[in-house]
């Protein structure tokens, strides 16, 4: 495509947005690209998960499996409605009101609502829905994800992180305790599988051990895999799941390259975890379940043994 149309092209989107207001944009794009890969004949598979669990390394393997071409991926975080209006309400605070989000927040909020209607609708049926979620320590992802979002730090804890002012670390600390919505990964699965796609997953016994299971639902089936037994895992879920017989993991570290990378790698080095606050998390049922005795107990040596060198 020559820079002449591509520049048409775009001035032509931005007026149309301009036209339509940004939401209505973002909706009948989101909507174009549900029906035309039902016209395609594309297959649905929802990679539904938390965030920070892994999903974008699945999802771009897939993508670049043989597989990729028969496949839309959808790869979402919440299609519940209580789901939606709980990451709507964080992004709106997190970026300090809508006109300040990213463009590829709003179009990925956009995607979601659109979805998740689809979904409440039956605009799916009568495909009989695939869905592969993940899960991974639950205390790393919570740590994963406040990091991730570090543009929503105080302006000031921001400017500390960046200079290493002194007792900037112990900010850090305080600042996750007190902000972070810690209980996203003890209520996920009721909230999002059980009322989106009808799979009571704590139904059904997880093999810890094998690290997935697959579930069979009256409309859907669901593949879960531990993120701590990929390498292991992935293969032969996929191939049972899916009938894929070969899968080449490409891992992504969507944080390497962020102004925080090294502050993470510090930070999660060193960070002590009150006891209060790991008893909370790792004495839930929905942990238990997926994880055993031996793993939580690595999990919580790893959150709540003394502070390493150089201390907070």
Known sequence: MSSFVADALASGKQALKQLVGERSFNTVRAYRHFWLNRW?????????????????????????????????????HFLSPEGMAFVERLEEEGYGGRDRMPDRTKRFLANCRVWSRQLATGAFNPQRLRVISMVRDPVAT???????????????????????????????????????????????????MKTVFGIDVFATPFDAEQGYQIYRGERADLLVLKLEKLEQAAAPALAEFLGLDHLALLRVNEGADKWYAPLYKEFTRVVQLPDSYLDEIYTSPAIRYFYDAGEIKAFRERWSKAIRQPAL
């Not at 965030?51 to 028969?70: D, I, M, N, W, Y």
């Open 40 to 76: 395609r004949g594309k297959q649905p598979l929802f990679v539904h998960q938390m965030g920070k669990v892994g999903s974008t390394t699945l999802v771009k393997s897939l993508k670049a499996s043989p597989l990729g071409r028969q496949l839309v991926i959808y790869q979402t």
């Open 142 to 192: 919570n740590l994963s994800g406040f990091f991730y979002n570090a543009h929503w730090w105080p302006q000031t804890l921001q400017e500390d992180c960046r200079q290493q002012a002194p007792g900037h670390l112990e900010q850090l600390r305080a600042h996750f305790l007190a902000h972070y919505p810690h209980h996203v990964p003890l209520t996920w699965f009721d909230m999002e």
